[in-house]
């Protein structure tokens, strides 16, 4: 039986994902984040479907286990050309975006095939695991995926404040499911793991609704020129 933060955080979720994608309409910004708001379109539609499946079947069901891992996997897979479309706008004047599309595809496939690997003794629930560990190692892969792209954002002295903030928000969202995954295969009994996802799916969303909502396509950051140390000083928001 579901109880009352059950329905409060599906249906947070859902409307997150839909006033994102509403906030990039209104800024003109769809087409240009394209798989950006795909994600957050099939996002809203998995939120719904898991509800259901968790209303009709409960959280221990086969039903909504395989439903919430296997659509997890694909909005996963979604996020990684999230961030191809972001590694191409820091890329851009270095016109390398074949390269990255190349790099990220061989990536996303050599996750694959190692998740494989790791459960195929187990052929009498290979599918069921593999889901599992499929999901898991592409979180872990998207954290560093964006990590490096953060890395790349200050070495290029990148000031365009939108892009900034949606690798920030993707690099504190695959952090914090690197750490849920990690906790839960250290502490599994733990009854409150159930609503840290549900907790994350709404806090992404809004985080692009806001920066689609206050942060223009023009926005830019004011950094300080680098100090003989090698440091740098907080950028400060400049709106042009």
């Known amino acids: 039986m579901l109880s009352p933060a059950d329905y409060v955080l599906a249906a947070l979720a859902v409307l997150a994902d839909s006033l994102a994608v509403v ?66 706008r820091v890329f851009a004047e270095l016109r390398v975006g074949r390269y990255v599309r190349g790099g990220a595809m061989l990536l996303l496939v050599g996750t694959a095939l190692v998740s494989l690997k790791v459960v195929i003794a187990s052929h009498d629930r290979m599918l069921t695991l593999f889901v599992v560990e499929l999901s898991q190692n592409l979180y872990f892969v998207g954290l560093v995926l964006a990590y490096v792209l953060w890395g790349a954002v200050m070495k290029l002295h990148e000031t365009r404040t ?7 928000s993707l690099g504190v969202y695959f952090s914090a499911f690197a750490a849920f995954y990690a906790l839960t295969n250290l ?20 985080a692009w609704a806001y920066t689609f909502s206050q942060v223009s396509e023009d926005d830019r950051l004011a950094v300080a020129s680098v100090s003989g140390s090698g440091g740098m000083a907080d950028p400060v928001a400049d709106h042009r």
């Not at 939108?162 to 920030?168: H, K, T």
């Not at 502490?187 to 809004?206: D, E, G, M």
């Open 23 to 88: 906030c990039s309409l209104k800024s003109k910004s769809f087409f240009k984040y394209l798989a950006l708001n795909l994600y957050l379109l099939m996002s809203a539609a998995e939120g719904i479907l898991n509800y259901v499946t968790l209303r009709t079947y409960g959280y221990s069901s086969r039903q909504y286990f395989y439903c919430y891992f296997y659509t997890d996997a694909l909005l996963i897979i979604v996020l990684f050309f999230v961030l191809i479309g972001l590694y191409k």
């Open 162 to 168: 939108r892009l900034i903030q949606f690798v920030l």
């Open 187 to 206: 502490y599994p009994r733990n009854a409150l793991w159930q609503y840290v996802p549900p907790l994350l799916s709404i806090l992404l969303p809004a």
